[in-house]
């Protein structure tokens, strides 16, 4: 067991104009969706493996660095895996985001991210009054967790004529066309399957982690997940005028300047002063 710290955790009652957003964490069983949820509120890790039986739902105050400091209220549920899906449509309700966690060391855990992904655009339509447009929208990030245990001396691609895919079947006629540098043949089989994944399915991201490192992999893939949630309430609350700015805004600006052209609350000018920094 690892040393645990929140020191960065608050109780989000005193803190009633910060950014909120709904965040639940999806995946099977034992892929570590618990060890993500401990490793960012808590910064520890525990080796033993004990199954999440029911949903644990936790409030904090983080500070996140998208580049610079800025304080966001988070509503985190770490859900069981799929027996109790039954019970998905009060996990995804007025949601904000999903991290979808799979093993990649586990190729039938990897493979069952589509059906995540499937899961959650059909829950959220049918339980609650989003669009499916809005449905496909949602940001959801793909995790690859346990990538502390993948061998990366070994080439992800094979140099023979017969090399096979992640899936084990021949290349096809389309892929043998395909140019491989040197960079792309060393990737882990787990990184392109990831990559592949993300491109065949509408994941936000996919980020390899590791949630028993503390090598601040996880906290880095929230804080994608956090920008594109912050980007994305200034989009509801400003609309065609906050991308059109965004657009026409240089990368620096004053305070003022961003207070005057959008009438901003204090908060949320340090939010858009933070997302024109980048």
């Not at 645990?4 to 005193?14: G, L, Q, R, Y």
């Not at 989003?130 to 140099?159: F, Q, R, T, W």
């Not at 240089?250 to 024109?276: D, H, M």
Request: glycine content about 4%.
């Amino acid at each position: 067991m690892g040393n645990c710290s929140s020191s960065d955790v608050t109780h989000p009652d005193t803190f009633t104009a910060l950014p909120t957003f709904k965040i639940a964490l999806v995946g099977e069983s034992k892929a570590g969706k618990t060890a993500i949820f401990n490793r960012f509120v808590k910064n520890c890790f525990f080796k033993t493996y004990v199954p999440t039986k029911k949903v644990d739902i936790v409030n904090v105050i983080k500070k996140v660095n998208v580049p610079e400091h800025v304080i966001v209220s988070l509503t985190l549920w770490d859900t069981p895996g799929r027996d109790d899906i039954d019970m998905a449509h009060t996990y995804f309700s007025h949601i904000d985001a999903v991290i979808v966690v799979v093993d990649v060391t586990d190729k039938e855990s990897m493979e069952m991210a589509a059906y995540w992904k499937q899961e959650i655009i059909n829950t959220v339509t049918h339980h609650s009054d989003m669009s499916i447009s809005d449905a496909l929208k949602l940001p959801i990030l793909l995790l690859g967790n346990k990538y502390d245990l993948v061998d990366k001396e070994k080439p992800g691609y094979e140099s023979d004529e017969n090399s096979k895919d992640f899936s084990g079947e021949k290349l096809d006629d389309s892929d043998e066309l395909m140019i491989i540098t040197e960079e792309e043949k060393w990737k882990p089989e787990c990184v392109h399957k990831i990559e592949q994944l993300v491109q065949q399915h509408g994941f936000l991201s996919g980020v390899m982690v590791s949630a028993k490192d503390s090598d601040g992999s996880v906290h880095q893939a929230m804080q994608t997940l956090i920008r594109k949630l912050m980007e994305n309430t200034l989009q509801q609350m400003y609309g065609d005028e906050y991308k059109k700015r965004s657009k026409k805004r240089p990368k620096k600006q004053s305070k003022a300047i961003v207070e005057t052209s959008l009438k901003l609350t204090e908060i949320e000018s340090s939010i858009l002063l933070l997302l024109n920094s980048w």
